[in-house]
């Protein structure tokens, strides 16, 4: 029939007009059954006995419809024991108050498996009230809470070895203090692996990885409690022990640790280790609450860290005092680079054979806030922070070069000045392109500086950019020299492969000169390997005549020492070169000047 046709029948309808569309009962039917989780209609009495349930349920519990409404399987029965009185308070509130109910609990499946759900629902009551049935919805929450629950995870702890982070352990040692049984003490252990760094920068940060993931396997199978063991920094892991009587036992513990890691293991063809210094703290022997337990460990594994690694300190009260004295000295740094408080002093260096004077050596001396002058060694902790050192090293380069420029300019003959470098100032990189900027800007000639290294700058991971950067240095014309020598580790190899014009004999092995015959075999042997080099050879610390007069007879080149002069002001230096008149120790005839 056409649409004219109906049109002259009846009243005229809204084009528009949407008309209800009543569902069949198959149809409501199909449609309840095919949306996502289970949709039930119960008895309002407890046990809630479903009265009809969506096919859902068996996608969800593993269980078919008709096995709940036959009352083969009760939902209470799959209700995870746990979590059951939780859903029947729920459930009975909702009676008592009429109003709607949500309660998230897990269920266990047919499989075995376990699955949180999210039950909504409410009663429906007839017109006086009284409910007639209990009417929800259930649906999965499972990849929901397992996604929170590794969120969570991530959140607390350390995903490289699966340990607990900082965070979490910190959390755990308030609760083991908190529960614990003060009479019975809790020790804690801080570890901090001895060369990952190293092994970061030789073998490469996967090999550096692999050592973190071995150390906190081993710490796993050590401990029972693996709550207890955390990673708390990049190097660094923390152990909790309850129930530690004494010191003793904790020493017994770190020792066998310690042991554990030593065991060496192989990556990429090299042997590895997981070699550690630990600190050792014990509550409440030696504290009172986690914040001090924490610090004091921190304290002991700083002692064990100076002391050469690969050992275990436990904490003391006097080492308190140490690290407060170590702060003040890092502080006093910090003022003097800031406040450009850092300034050379100049101590003559001395031709063994004329007595003349064959330049100076810069020995770093800084102002404290009062004005007076300090040597380095109150600064000491300084030169173990990179960043501090560096700072000290680029101010005393920089006035040493504005000192030689001035002298250059009043035509003062100074010869040369030696600066020592730390391997800190090699560092960045730059450290030789620097050097040499700075001398071509102030017209400094490069014959006018000596750049002092310690025979152990050659032993760290950036040894190949130290020699690249002397490289630089010595081919563009500075000298340099290797301080200390005979005191440290470099092998003659080191020596004869990197470009060194001067050997500094350490003042240890001239103090006891001529007396110590071990002094005067070792000095010989020093002495005749820098003649067979072709190198000059300088002694350090002379301060006796008879020192000076047996250096000169067994060939040494140079003197350096309080018998000279001892390190004076820049201000000083053009005097002490005019006025010099070397000690009736040198036999020769003496004139003023240099070689």
């Not at 063809?269 to 509550?283: F, T």
């Not at 190949?464 to 010595?474: C, G, K, P, Y």
């Not at 201000?571 to 240099?594: E, T």
Request: proline share 5%; with cysteine; glycine share 8%.
């Amino acid at each position: 029939m056409s649409g004219t046709a109906n049109a002259s029948h009846g009243p005229a309808r809204e084009p528009n007009a949407r008309q209800p569309v009543a569902l069949s009962p198959q149809a409501l039917t199909t449609l309840l059954n095919n949306v996502p989780g289970v949709i039930y209609t119960a008895d309002p009495t407890s046990p809630w006995s479903p009265i009809l349930i969506s096919d859902g349920a068996k996608d969800l519990t593993g269980y078919a419809a008709d096995d709940f409404t036959s009352g083969r399987i009760a939902w209470a029965g799959i209700t995870h024991p746990e979590d059951l009185d939780k859903l029947q308070r729920a459930v009975q509130r909702a009676y008592e108050s009429r109003h709607l109910f949500a309660v998230d609990y897990r269920i266990r499946t047919r499989d075995g498996g376990v699955r949180w759900v999210l039950n909504r629902g409410r009663f429906v009551c007839d017109p006086t009230g009284e409910p007639v049935s209990l009417e929800g919805f259930v649906t999965d929450l499972t990849e929901q809470r397992q996604a929170e629950a590794r969120a969570k995870w991530v959140m607390f702890h350390d995903t490289l070895t699966q340990l607990p982070n900082r965070e979490l352990f910190q959390t755990a040692l308030r609760t083991a203090v908190a529960q614990g049984d003060q009479d019975a003490g809790i020790g804690l252990l801080l570890l901090d692996l001895d060369h990952l760094k190293q092994v970061n920068d030789t073998v490469g940060y996967d090999a550096g990885d692999l050592v973190l993931r071995t150390t906190a396997h081993r710490l796993r199978t050590l401990f029972e409690n693996t709550d207890a063991v955390a990673r708390i920094g990049g190097d660094e892991f923390a152990i909790i022990l309850p129930r530690v009587t004494s010191e003793q036992d904790l020493k017994a513990v770190a020792q066998t640790l310690l042991e554990r890691l030593a065991e060496p293991f192989s990556c990429k063809g090299q042997m590895l280790d997981c070699c550690a210094s630990i600190g050792a703290s014990l509550l409440p022997a030696h504290a009172h609450d986690t914040t001090d337990l924490l610090r004091q460990a921190g304290i002991a594994l700083d002692v064990a860290k100076a002391k050469g690694r690969s050992a275990t300190v436990m904490y003391a009260p006097a080492m308190r005092a140490d690290v407060e004295h170590r702060a003040t000295m890092l502080s006093n740094a910090r003022g003097a680079i800031t406040e450009r408080r850092i300034t050379p002093y100049y101590q003559p260096k001395v031709c063994l054979r004329s007595g003349r004077l064959t330049g100076f050596e810069a020995l770093l001396r800084w102002r404290n806030p009062q004005g007076h002058v300090e040597a380095p060694v109150s600064l000491q902790a300084a030169f173990e922070d990179a960043r501090l050192a560096s700072g000290i090293g680029r101010q005393v380069l920089a006035a040493v070069i504005e000192d030689m420029q001035a002298w250059l300019e009043a035509g003062v003959d100074f010869s040369h000045v030696a600066i020592n470098a730390a391997p800190a100032e090699f560092r960045s990189g730059r450290f030789a392109e620097q050097v040499l900027e700075g001398l071509r800007t102030a017209g400094v000639p490069t014959r006018c500086l000596e750049i002092e290294v310690t025979e152990s700058v050659f032993l760290g991971h950036s040894a190949d950019d130290i020699v690249r950067a002397l490289e630089t240095l010595s081919s563009a014309g500075v000298r340099i020299a290797l301080d200390d020598f005979g005191t440290g580790h470099a092998s003659f190899l080191h020596l004869r492969q990197n470009p060194v014009d001067v050997i500094k004999i350490d003042r240890s092995f001239i103090r006891n000169l001529p007396s110590s015959s071990e002094d005067v075999a070792i000095l010989a042997a020093l002495l005749d390997l820098g003649k067979k080099l072709g190198l000059t050879t300088v002694a350090e610390g002379i301060e006796t005549p008879v020192q000076a007069e047996y250096l000169r007879m067994a060939g040494c080149g140079q003197g350096q020492g309080y018998l000279f002069g001892k390190p004076a002001p820049r201000s000083s230096v053009v005097n002490l070169i005019a006025s010099w008149a070397p000690p009736v120790a040198l036999s020769r005839p003496r004139r003023s000047g240099f070689l």
